[in-house]
Every structure is written in structure tokens, then in C-alpha cells.
């Protein structure tokens, strides 16, 4: 186990987890569990930022639930705003384009999980990943939070 950590960064500690899972996934042709482990990896992500002011919701939709926390506190993010809204930019095209689909399939266009990413899209999906936990982790560090 590491040393004492923050929430805000346990989570990105969960998010790096399953991007490093998901690129396994991908080096081993999982193609359907790489995309799931790339989405938890966002929704991670946003549990880090949202952790910074509250305790995440174990239910719902983080997504809203950042963006209820960024109207909520929006004198904190003045000077991260334009992060914040790439963030939430990123984590919503992740999210509400893939997760109900990686995990159900696509009935409508007769897919299971492992049809339904190319290795490309694949791979622009990563890139998408990395871009939020990059963001994620630099708001993270702006945050005082005390440790466990």
C-alpha cells in the first residue's frame, strides 16, 4: 500500500490503475475490456477533482455531479475554468459516448463490447483518457486536502 494519501489523490492513484490495466487489455487484443477500463479511468478522474470540495457520490452520474461542484464553487475555479471545461468536455464525450455501450453492447447495430471500438478509435480514446488525468492532476494539486 502507498504512504498516506489525499482522496482527490487516491483517485487519480484509481484512474492511472486503470489506464495501466487498459493498456494491457489493449497490448493483449481485449479490445472491449480496454475501452471499459479507459472509461473508469475518466470517471475516476472526475471523482478526483470532486473530491477536492466533497466526498464523491458512490451513485449517479459524475459528470453532473463535477459539474454541480464547479457552479457550486465557482469563485475556486476562476483561474481554472478553461481546464475545467475541457475536463468536463472530455469526460463527457468518454462517458455518454461509451460506457452503456461497453458494457451492453450496441443492440441497435447488432455489436457486443468487443466490436464495438477499432483498435484507431481505440487508441484516440487513450489519448482522450490521458488528457483528462492529465488535467484531473493538475487541478488535484491546486487543492489542499488533508491526507489519511
Avoid: H, W
Wanted: charged content about 25%.
Amino acid at each position: 500500500m502507498e504512504s498516506a494519501t489525499s482522496e482527490p489523490q487516491f483517485y487519480l492513484r484509481v484512474a492511472r490503475d486503470f489506464l495501466n490495466q487498459a493498456e494491457r487489455a489493449l497490448t493483449s487484443e481485449i479490445f472491449s475490456l480496454a475501452a471499459l477500463g479507459l472509461v473508469l479511468a475518466v470517471e475516476n478522474s472526475i471523482l478526483s477533482v470532486i473530491s477536492c470540495f466533497k466526498s464523491p457520490s458512490t451513485i449517479g452520474d459524475p459528470v453532473l455531479e463535477l459539474k454541480f461542484v464547479v457552479g457550486e464553487r465557482s469563485e475556486v475555479f476562476e483561474d481554472a475554468i478553461s481546464s475545467l471545461d475541457k475536463l468536463i468536455e472530455v469526460s463527457q464525450y468518454v462517458t455518454y459516448t461509451y460506457r452503456d455501450m461497453l458494457m451492453r453492447g450496441n443492440y441497435a447495430d447488432g455489436k457486443t463490447p468487443s466490436e464495438i471500438l477499432s483498435l484507431e478509435e481505440l487508441r484516440e480514446l487513450r489519448a482522450s483518457v490521458e488528457k483528462a488525468i492529465d488535467i484531473a492532476s493538475s487541478l488535484v494539486e491546486k487543492c489542499q486536502v488533508p491526507t489519511l
